[in-house]
């Protein structure tokens, strides 16, 4: 009995101790959404404080831009067209000019090694047109009494030089018909005889075969009469052969000497009519010849225009009014991608300034601009004369890492004052720092 009131003493505690647990848990809850209505309160009532206030932004005054300082209408690096021979691989023959040297528009600063040789096709151009000019004038002046009366004796002289060969080679046709016949008799002749000399040859055969047959005579004897068959029947047969070549021979020479006889009056009478129209020719003016003579003489002055444009252009001329600011190519050296010299208007110097994207519309036409540089023992004063069409990356480097070297720009011209632009005409390229009053 003792043991069971001892646990049921144990078991009682826990069940009477519900209420204080779900007391305590509803204090907790009630406490923490006190504490985060009054955080919720202190924001809010923080943002208001904020929104309340007015915050003053200082007014931007100026835009402050790198950049860098160049000639007005920009730095022109000389060089000849590629087209000609004279660009880049091209040897300078002589330099005129030097660094510092103002030159005018249309001045030779340069030759280049093969101006020698295009000045001499260039002249001989000029002469090829003397002379088609005066081919034109003779053509309409006519033919001269001595040059028709020369052009008929040319005639003459054809053809009797004609007659004459053809006179030579008739007398050769008929030697060689003569020789021919000549040569054909006398072959049959041989025949003939060796026919006879063959027949009576054959007789006697026959007559010694029969007494070699009988034993009337001996075995040389009838050896004897074959072979005169056999010899005689040989030559027969070579005079035969002969007649047959010599014929052929005889025929062949007398075609040849009668197609010489062609040829020669074929030739002389093509002789003869190319001097009957020469004579034709120079003895009447046709419309024609001048019509040839004239373009002839178009031709020549084409040719002659083009010969002084190809030396003219081993001339290298400066485009216009400048100083030479810098010689990349000398006597002797070859032109390199920089060309020959670099030329600019120095009278009127610019700053040409990048201008970040996010400022460029605070720029106007006409505002002042003071360029600064350490180079510079003065500021520049000058004023905005150009602002860029497009954006672009930034060109000049700040020497400044922190700076941003990759940001957007646009390119904003500063027209310098006669002043600043005559202290600027030595610093071409000079990097300065372009302050623009707004």
């Known amino acids: 009995m003792v043991n069971d009131t001892s ?12 209420p204080v647990v779900i007391g305590i848990s509803a204090g907790l809850l009630l406490g923490g959404v006190l504490l985060s209505q009054t955080v919720i309160n202190q924001v809010l009532q923080t943002r208001q404080a904020v929104q309340e206030e007015q915050v003053v932004i200082p ?30 691989g091209s040897k300078v023959d002589k330099l005129l000019v030097e660094e510092g040297d103002k030159v005018k528009a249309g001045q030779v600063i340069a ?20 002379v088609a000019k005066a081919n034109l004038a003779r053509v309409q002046a006519g033919a001269k009494t001595g040059e028709i009366n020369a052009q008929k004796a040319e005639i003459a002289r054809i053809q009797a030089q004609s007659l004459g060969e053809e006179r030579a080679q008739r007398e050769t046709i008929l030697r060689l018909e003569a020789q021919w016949e000549g040569d054909i008799n006398s072959q049959r002749a041989t025949i003939r005889r060796l ?32 072979l005169t068959l056999d010899t005689v029947s040989q030559q027969l047969n070579e005079a035969k052969a002969t007649f047959e070549r010599t014929k052929r021979t005889g025929n062949r020479q007398i075609k040849e000497a009668r197609a010489v006889l062609n040829r020669i ?47 003219q252009q081993s001339l290298i001329k400066t485009p216009k009014d400048g100083v030479i600011l810098k010689v990349h190519t000398r006597a002797g050296e070859t032109v390199s991608g920089d060309g020959i010299v670099e030329i600019g208007q120095i009278q009127q110097m610019t ?9 460029i519309n605070k720029i ?23 602002i860029g069409w497009k954006i672009q990356r930034q060109d000049v480097i700040n020497a400044d890492p922190s700076e941003n070297i990759d940001a957007r720009v646009v390119e904003v011209r500063v027209l310098l004052d006669p002043k600043s632009s005559q202290k600027a005409e030595k610093f071409t390229n000079l990097q300065v720092k372009a302050i623009i009053e707004l």
Do not use: C, M, W
């Not at 001499?120 to 090829?128: D, F, L, P, T």
């Not at 027949?199 to 001996?218: D, H, T, V």
């Open 265 to 311: 009056q074929s030739t002389s009478t093509q002789q003869i009519s190319s001097a009957e129209g020469t004579l034709n020719k120079i003895a009447e003016v046709r419309p024609v010849d001048v019509q040839v003579s004239t373009a002839e003489l178009r031709q020549a002055v084409a040719a002659e225009k083009e010969a002084k444009a190809d030396f």
């Open 7 to 18: 646990v049921n003493t144990s078991i009682l505690p826990k069940f009477k101790s519900k």
């Open 111 to 130: 030759v280049l090694q093969d101006s020698d040789k295009k000045r001499a096709a260039y002249e001989k151009s000029k002469e090829a047109v003397l």
């Open 364 to 386: 106007k036409k006409g505002q002042n601009v003071r360029v600064t540089s350490s180079s510079l023992n003065k500021d520049l004063q000058g004023k905005v004369d150009f």
């Open 59 to 88: 007014e931007i005054k100026t835009v402050t831009a790198l950049g860098r300082i160049e000639p007005k209408g920009e730095v022109i690096n000389l060089a000849a067209s590629s087209s000609q021979g004279g660009g880049q």
């Open 351 to 359: 700053v040409l300034a990048e201008v970040y994207q996010s400022h």
């Open 195 to 226: 026919e006879a000399e063959l027949k009576n040859a054959k007789s006697e055969f026959k007559r010694y075969e029969q007494l070699y047959k009988e034993g009337a005579i001996s075995q040389s004897d009838f050896d004897s009469r074959r």
